[in-house]
């Protein structure tokens, strides 16, 4: 017990300013020592960090060519340190410093001294967002893009630049901030003039938008794209229609009887457009599957359904629980007085995280689901369980031993009971759609549920992969 104690670590969410000098390596020793001793007091010299420093929430951790400060209180000090730091800069033209910023898990260690230290993934994210930019540059990832966007004065600086693979294989979504005479308006290097200019658009003009200039605006989108996945994929057209297959990555996997690839696509984009003209048009409101704005009420019925825990010995099973906890957030979905937060907001935390009173907050929700996975040949072990964040109570759990053909049983019986559980609103269209098997072909289950492993990844390599299982689905 004692071992269990000592190696227990306490999570918490920290928000990180990872900053180097560009060209390090290149400088004399002197040289070198002389940078960072300039870099360090204008850091210092920075309210931001003099009155984090004051208050205890503030570490500074030395790099070797920079360092990282690590916030434990509000989102905006090191986007408030960076922009005082920028500032600084500009009076030190032969100091050039790109940074980077994210928050994230962190816990404390004991270095090799024995000293007090942190570390965790929340810094390492922060320094491959860094890596990203270059001199002048402040990235901010996209999870700090969208707390600041909540404040109208941060919105002119945010200009988006998409998702980037970093090292091993890590994809981050980065966001340049900058204004007329800070940070570095110029689309990195390593992101590409072209991709940047294309996909960089500043997220307050998005935020403005009617609903009815949105819609417009995603039909646009959607024909643009219609137009782009029919030219990609025009021998797999060819082949298809003989052959009635869909690979376009569907929504639940469905076996088509008799529609041809550009029709089942041509379906999707129909139906995404008339979802967001009836959003644009509609009077009633929906519930939100974002956390909502900080100082707003916690719902009692509100859900988040984190990352599943894959407990297979075969470790490539990880497209399986990912694919369960997908499907049984999407069927939590149809309840209709129940708030489901979107999987990409629950995405970066741990399967078992400790502080869940701090991410049920974060969230904004009142419950938390946690599950694992195990699969072993034509048998599989489902566990879950449905925690009260606020008290930590376990309001339910339960195991499913099936073989996998019997899978979309569970989970509907999962989203059932948790519905019942949270006294939600099941009308018999939803009892229906929970009830509902998308394909009695298990093998294409389990090709589509490889095809959205790869599709949620996002990068040209895996987009192939995905659509390549969606074919063979």
């Known amino acids: 017990m004692a071992e269990e104690e000592k190696t227990k670590q306490r999570l918490e969410i920290a928000h990180v300013l990872f900053m180097d000098i560009v060209g390090y390596s290149r400088l004399l020793t002197d040289e070198q020592s002389e940078a960072l001793q300039e ?52 009076a030190q033209p032969s100091l050039p410093v790109r940074m980077g910023i994210h928050s994230g898990p962190v816990h404390h260690v004991k270095d090799a001294n024995e000293r007090e230290n942190i570390a965790g993934v929340g810094i390492n994210i922060a320094q491959r967002v860094m890596d990203c930019g270059d001199a002048g540059h402040i990235l901010i990832s996209k999870r700090v893009a969208d707390d600041l966007a909540q404040q109208r004065r941060w919105q002119p600086y945010l200009h988006e630049l998409g998702e ?16 007329e005479t800070i940070g570095n308006p110029n ?40 137009a782009i996945v029919s030219l990609i994929f025009a021998p797999a057209i060819m082949r298809t229609l003989g052959k009635n297959q869909a690979i376009s990555p569907p929504p639940v996997p469905v076996i088509p009887s008799s529609p041809s690839f550009a029709d089942t696509i041509k379906s999707q984009v129909a139906k995404k457009v008339a979802d967001e003209l009836q959003n644009a048009f509609s009077a009633k409101d929906k519930a939100t599957v974002e956390p909502p704005a900080k100082g707003s009420a916690i719902p009692e019925k509100s859900i988040a359904v984190l990352p599943f825990e894959n407990l297979s010995d075969d470790k490539s099973n990880a497209y399986f629980t990912e694919g369960i906890q997908d499907e049984i957030l999407t069927r939590l ?26 991410i049920a907050k974060q969230l904004g929700v009142a419950n938390i689901l946690e599950g694992s996975v195990q699969k072993s040949a034509d048998q599989v072990r489902v566990n879950v369980q449905l925690i009260n964040a606020m008290t930590e109570a376990h309001l339910w759990a339960d195991t499913y031993d099936r073989k996998l053909t019997d899978i979309f049983a569970v989970e509907s019986e999962i989203a059932k009971s948790i519905a019942d559980t949270l006294q939600g609103k099941l009308s018999s269209a939803a009892n229906h759609v929970l009830a509902s098997r998308p394909t009695e072909n298990p093998e294409a289950h389990e090709l589509y549920l490889k095809g959205r492993y790869f599709w949620n990844r996002r990068t040209g390599e895996n987009l192939e992969k995905a659509a390549d299982y969606f074919q063979q689905a």
């Open 39 to 90: 870099l360090n007091q204008i850091v210092r010299n920075t309210e931001a960090a003099r009155e984090a420093e004051a208050t205890g929430k503030l570490t500074i951790l030395p790099t070797g060519d920079g360092m990282a400060l690590v916030f434990t209180g509000s989102v905006e000090e090191p986007v408030e340190c960076a922009l005082e730091i920028s500032q600084a800069l500009r």
């Open 164 to 179: 980037v693979e970093v090292k091993h294989g890590v994809v981050v979504s980065l966001v340049n901030l900058y204004a």
């Open 187 to 226: 689309p990195p290097a390593r992101i590409g003039k072209v991709r940047a200019a294309v996909r960089s658009t500043t997220m307050a003009t998005r935020k403005g938008l009617s609903p009815l200039a949105r819609a417009i605006f995603i039909l646009a989108g959607l024909l643009i794209m219609l």
């Open 333 to 358: 979905a149809k309840v209709a007085d129940l708030k489901v937060i979107a999987r990409t907001s629950t995405q970066r935390f741990a399967s078992k995280p400790e502080n869940l009173p701090d």
